[in-house]
């Protein structure tokens, strides 16, 4: 036991002296979440828009001053000519244009209907909707102001309301989907380039011969690991309560357990990597690309899967990060318990016994 101590140890000092390896472990989390927690998000905030006034009357002045009033909208140029719209949009100055017809006050008094096209650039198509969508409010608002005194027989008015993310931040979203990513790429890549460093050098198989059995040398190299994955794991959270204000509904105990199984499982898939990879660049490669592309595109994190063609859904089945996903977003945001996160943490812990189970069947047969 005290010689299965001692290579722990051994394993915390090789890690803390390589500055490299502290980087990817502690900079690149932290990095990570503040870059997708700030700079990456589906709202919109001072977008330029030009404006097209046919009419120019009071009606048109008061909208237009209502639009330059709210935070979502930066007025950049009144425009003269529908010619002119083509060449705004080429010369990437604004992101929208609103058309108010020709004599708009007097068609809003006359017919009780007007009309303002609203034109966006749908070169980055979820901006564009999101554009028309927060336009759309503001008119309705306005609207609503007009008809405050005026009743309609039967008249039908929808109410939405948005529960666990009533602001529609997009924090709320990215936070679960990074913490998965970098507990991911930290636990499976870091242990596979360990791994596979020692087998590389030609020490693993000193390592084995060693009076350690083989599997507290795989022990050995994976628990720090964990150690630290955990650390990443609180500094997240951190980060997530005390940085964005991102609340946590449910259990703090029940999120540590579920995110100490996923390391576990993360770890295995490392160890895994380990048995197929020759060198520690191969290691890297395929932890990067057989990972980080199926975690981001097929885990839910960015797009819904339910989105997805059916085999692409299928194939999503078999990625822990979905699971995981479901689970932290679950417990942080709508305070479920295990009662309704049962399956997903009986699918995860399958997962991770599967991979503890091959990766240890594929030493036995290099170590014959």
């Known amino acids: 036991m005290k010689r299965f101590i001692g290579f722990i140890k051994k394993e915390f000092y090789h890690i803390f002296r390589d500055k490299r390896s502290l980087f990817i472990l502690f900079g690149m989390p932290i990095a990570q ?18 404006i097209l006034d046919h009419s120019k009357d009071a009606t048109t002045k008061e909208i237009i001053n209502k639009i330059a009033a ?14 002119d719209i083509a060449s705004v949009f080429q010369k990437g100055h604004v992101k929208a ?23 966006t650039d749908a070169t980055d198509p979820n901006t564009a909707n999101t554009i028309s969508n927060y336009v759309n409010a503001i008119l309705q608002q306005y609207q609503k102001q007009l008809n405050k005194d005026i009743t ?16 529609l931040k997009s924090v709320y979203m990215f936070v679960p989907g990074v913490m998965t990513i970098i507990l991911m790429l930290v636990s499976a890549m870091m242990t596979s380039i360990s791994i596979t460093r020692e ?10 011969v060693s009076p350690l059995k083989p599997f507290q040398v795989i022990i050995g190299k994976v628990f720090p690991y964990i150690f630290l994955s955990i650390i990443n794991a609180v500094v997240i959270v951190l980060l ?14 029940l999120l540590a357990l579920e995110s100490i199984l996923f390391i576990i499982s993360a770890l295995a898939l490392g160890i895994l990597i380990s048995t197929i990879s020759a060198t520690q660049q191969t290691a890297m490669m395929i932890s990067l690309m057989g990972l980080m592309l199926p975690v981001i595109l097929l885990s839910g994190f960015i797009f819904p899967i339910s989105s997805m063609p059916m085999p692409l859904q299928i194939i999503s089945h078999i990625i822990p990060a979905k699971w995981f996903i479901i689970i932290i977003k679950g417990i942080m945001l709508k305070g479920v318990g295990l009662e309704y996160l049962w399956k997903e943490t009986v699918i995860l812990l399958g997962m991770t016994v599967f991979f503890i189970a091959l990766s240890v069947k594929k030493y036995k047969i290099r170590l014959e």
């Open 152 to 167: 309609i027989a039967y008249q039908i008015v929808p109410q939405t309301r948005m529960v666990y993310n009533p602001e």
């Open 97 to 119: 244009v609103l058309n108010f017809e020709k004599d708009f006050s007097k068609n809003l008094i006359k017919d009780r209907k007007a009309t303002i096209q609203i034109i």
């Open 70 to 83: 709210s935070k979502y909208f930066s007025i950049k140029q009144m425009i003269e000519r529908e010619a």
């Open 199 to 208: 087998k590389e050098l030609g020490t693993m198989e000193i390592l084995l």
């Open 33 to 50: 979440i503040l870059l997708f927690g700030f700079a990456i998000t589906n709202e919109i905030n001072n977008v330029d828009i030009a």
């Open 240 to 253: 997530s309560i005390f940085v964005f204000k991102m609340p946590i509904q449910g259990s703090l105990f």
